[in-house]
């Protein structure tokens, strides 16, 4: 299937969330300004499953436990003749992707991105980071700092006064639904994202 991905990683610390959290969240970013959109990219949490080491006794016992598993992809040969496929096909489009990339994506720093929206919204920057019951500033300013300032969950509640990246995504989700049936904070929304559009293209 094409709509998800494997990987196997391995790290001395307990970082793995930390660390699927920035990748899934700059990969979203990324691909929402190359392709015009907004919105979730990733459904779900991720699934990590442990693998202790040494539970062969030796690496030849592993090699025969995975020949043997459905989940082998082939021999060493072919292992070999898929990165060296891989590697072409990766050398081929890395210039073209790298100057696209630098083309859509233009992060803005996060001053130029609240002052934006207290334009826009009409309200000081300072109430960004207020917390204030049924507001929608703070989902607001998360949603465009991640997509704009290239900034994680983590990050973006750090500059808005934000417990927890955790936090932010709750106030992100609450936002998108409030857009589907609030026009004028869709209005808003829609107009503060075509300011910020001409700010990374540097227009202004």
Partial sequence: M??????????PDGNCGKFMQSLTTAYTVYFNLR???????????????????GLAEDDEDLKVALKASPCCI??????AWVDERYSDLVEKHKRREDVSF???FRPLT????????????????????QRRRESTL???GAR???????????????????GS??????????LAARIERDKKLNRLVREARARLEVQRRGER
């Fill in 144 to 162: 465009f700092l991640c997509q704009y300032a290239a900034m994680t969950q983590r990050e973006a509640a750090d500059v808005l006064g934000v």
């Fill in 165 to 174: 990246g955790a936090a932010i995504s709750h106030q992100m989700r609450k």
């Fill in 74 to 79: 082939g021999s060493e040969a072919f292992r």
């Fill in 102 to 104: 630098r083309k859509t």
């Fill in 138 to 140: 703070r989902g607001v």
């Fill in 110 to 129: 996060p001053e130029v991105v609240l002052k934006e929206l207290s334009e826009t919204f009409g309200v000081s920057v300072k109430e960004f980071t």
């Fill in 2 to 11: 094409a709509n998800y991905f494997h990987l196997v990683l391995e790290t």
């Fill in 35 to 53: 392709h015009q959109r907004h919105g979730h990219l990733v459904d779900g949490r991720y699934k990590a499953k442990v693998v202790e080491g």
